[in-house]
């Protein structure tokens, strides 16, 4: 039966002195005492000094909001530069009923003087929804937009959303090979046809940009930090000419 030589794993010898592998495990005894006594002395510095400010940076701790900007897709056209497929984009307008029924009958009427709104919305179905966002005019004219500027400086309740449209030529025998696009994430998505083939080339990348929120969930102005620029799409010109 073998037996183990135990000598050999000591740091000392029998004698007394230093062993073969004691100054490797002296020197590794030493550094976990060295890391041990700078967490020692960092966390009796937090706790003690500076436990004040860590308590006052986690009471008043702060989040991010990120927002993505939606990147125009590139265009399809023939080998001449007519215009296939194009994107478009459209400005619609949201309102927040007020909860007062004084002022939301007061704020309908200012708006229904400048835009004309969407058959959708009666005064007696929007008013009827106090503190609900709703969408007025899902297209907005040049003129109307123009219309607006003074009521969006002076009414919270008002907000401006921009989003895309994709068009394409009104040619029956192009039209199931250009093919259709789907809004996900910020960017349209080519999902057939040549809209698909040239995805690619054709999407965007969306600007990403996030603000930083208070303890009520509200943006702190000045805060906001552009995270990734946006980036249009490219054109693709395909090998062929469209007859005038």
Same mark, same amino acid.
């Given at each position: 039966?073998?037996?183990?030589?135990?000598? *050999? @794993?000591?740091? =000392?010898?029998?004698?007394?002195?230093?062993?073969? &592998?004691? %100054?490797? +495990?002296?020197? !590794?005894?030493?550094? =976990?005492?060295?890391?041990?006594? +700078?967490? =020692?002395?960092?966390? /009796?510095?937090?706790?003690?000094?500076?436990?004040?400010?860590?308590?006052?940076?986690?009471?008043?701790?702060? &989040?991010?909001?990120?927002?993505?900007?939606?990147?125009?897709? &590139?265009?399809?056209?023939?080998?001449?530069?007519?215009?296939?497929?194009?994107? /478009?984009?459209? !400005?619609?307008?949201?309102?927040?009923?007020?909860?007062?029924?004084?002022?939301?009958?007061?704020?309908?009427? @200012?708006?229904?003087?400048?835009?004309?709104?969407?058959?959708?919305?009666?005064?007696?179905?929007?008013?009827?929804?106090?503190?609900?966002?709703?969408? +007025? *005019?899902?297209?907005?004219?040049?003129?109307?937009?123009?219309?607006?500027?003074?009521?969006?400086?002076?009414?919270?309740?008002?907000?401006?959303?921009? %989003?895309?449209?994709?068009?394409?030529?009104?040619?029956?025998?192009?039209?199931?090979?250009?093919?259709?696009?789907?809004?996900?994430?910020?960017?349209?998505?080519?999902?057939?046809?040549?809209? *698909?083939?040239?995805?690619?080339?054709?999407?965007?990348?969306?600007?990403?940009?996030? #603000?930083?929120?208070?303890?009520?969930?509200?943006?702190?102005?000045?805060?906001?930090? #552009?995270?990734?620029?946006?980036?249009?799409?490219?054109?693709?010109? !395909?090998?062929?000419?469209?007859?005038?």
């Amino acid at each position: 039966m073998h037996s183990l030589n135990t000598s *050999k @794993l000591s740091a =000392f010898g029998s004698d007394g002195r230093v062993g073969p &592998g004691g %100054y490797r +495990l002296m020197a !590794l005894w030493l550094c =976990f005492a060295v890391w041990g006594l +700078l967490l =020692f002395s960092r966390f /009796s510095q937090i706790m003690v000094w500076q436990r004040s400010d860590y308590l006052l940076d986690l009471s008043f701790e702060e &989040g991010w909001r990120y927002e993505m900007i939606p990147a125009a897709r &590139g265009r399809l056209l023939d080998v001449s530069g007519r215009p296939l497929a194009w994107t /478009s984009r459209v !400005l619609a307008l949201d309102w927040r009923v007020p909860a007062a029924p004084e002022q939301a009958e007061r704020e309908w009427r @200012l708006l229904d003087s400048v835009v004309a709104i969407d058959d959708h919305w009666r005064r007696d179905r929007a008013l009827a929804r106090p503190d609900t966002r709703i969408r +007025l *005019k899902r297209e907005l004219e040049p003129a109307e937009f123009a219309g607006l500027q003074d009521l969006l400086v002076n009414l919270e309740s008002l907000r401006i959303t921009s %989003y895309f449209v994709r068009e394409r030529i009104d040619h029956s025998f192009l039209r199931e090979r250009i093919g259709e696009v789907q809004f996900e994430q910020a960017s349209e998505i080519g999902r057939s046809g040549w809209e *698909k083939e040239h995805d690619g080339l054709l999407r965007g990348v969306p600007a990403l940009l996030r #603000v930083r929120l208070d303890q009520e969930n509200r943006p702190i102005p000045g805060t906001r930090e #552009v995270i990734r620029e946006m980036r249009s799409g490219y054109d693709v010109y !395909l090998p062929f000419r469209l007859d005038p």
